[in-house]
């Protein structure tokens, strides 16, 4: 059915109004007792479901190891109806400081032969002071966990960017479940320079002093977003900085700037037309993949890694837990697949947990890679 109306209606829109049209739908449905019931309890984890993907990441228990990648609610206006599909957890923004527009449209492109998007979206968001209120005045419908994803503000100067990062980290800390130090999107000038560690390291030290001084009463979980261009060398390096901060995780990846050597099918003359921006979907999967084994081969299970990028089915799902993932995100494939995705995630899930030598996932994270690594 969803293939249908994506083929007929949705497809045949703008990205971006597409977007905000499903957005709006998924928004009012949660708004209504009853239909909403009824939505979650065909579309959410079932009982036995939550029972058996029950997830353990950085000191948060969730019902599930899948969650929506931040993009998709940038301001926290729609937790509830996410969480209401099925999302084991939700996270959003990317937040900045200052509100901002983002990049002049259009802005978002969909590459439907390769279940693709490019996106230079350029952090169009409320501010963190707007969202922060938004949270606070957050009544929770439907359990799920919140993660906040903060960046820099397009017109603060690099030399800037800590003071930048720690204005948002202390507005939002007190209502996060878990902090994203973004400093991948490709879509912000310089911000992609903050991943070299003379810079990540104080940028992290200083967002970590900040939630830890606005929210005393507990310890926020703080995460970094790394890019799937870094060389290997630089991967590494951020892991064993991530391991020398005490920091709770790694997303790996965010977008990616290449368009060569990913297996594309669509034309190189539209893909060229679109101009920049980030490439995500199913032809990131590979490297996406490649530098999660990498992250989990360095620091185990030191540290919680987050698998994004190129997420489409139960089985990329069971892949990156086995590679070394607690937790799994996607975003692409959502706007391909609908909004039965995560019930069929569930479901496939849940079945290959059955069928493995695994009692728990816990027991299944970075199998793969500690059998390659051992030989």
Known sequence: MYSLLFRLVLARLDPERAHHLAFALIRSVARVPGLRALVAAVLAPSRRQARALRTEAFGLTMRGPFGLAAGFDKNAVGVDGLAMLGFDHVEIGTVTAQAQPGNPKKRLFRLV????LINRMGFNNDGSAAVAA????????FPTTVGV???KTKVVPESEAVGDYTTSAGRLAPYADYLVVNVSSPNTPGLRNLQATEHLRPLLTAVRAAADAAEPTRRVPLLVKIAPDLADEDVDAVADLAVELGLDGIIATNTTIARDGLGLTTDRAEIEAIGAGGLSGAPL??????????LYARVGDRITLVGVGGVRTADDVWERILAGATLVQGYSAFVYEGPTWCRRIHRGLAAKLAASPYATLAEAVGADTRKVTSR
């Open 113 to 116: 032969a390769d279940r693709a």
């Open 134 to 141: 938004r949270l606070a005045g957050r009544r929770a419908v």
């Open 149 to 151: 994803n903060i960046g």
């Open 285 to 294: 999967k590979d490297r996406s993949l490649e530098v999660l084994r990498r």
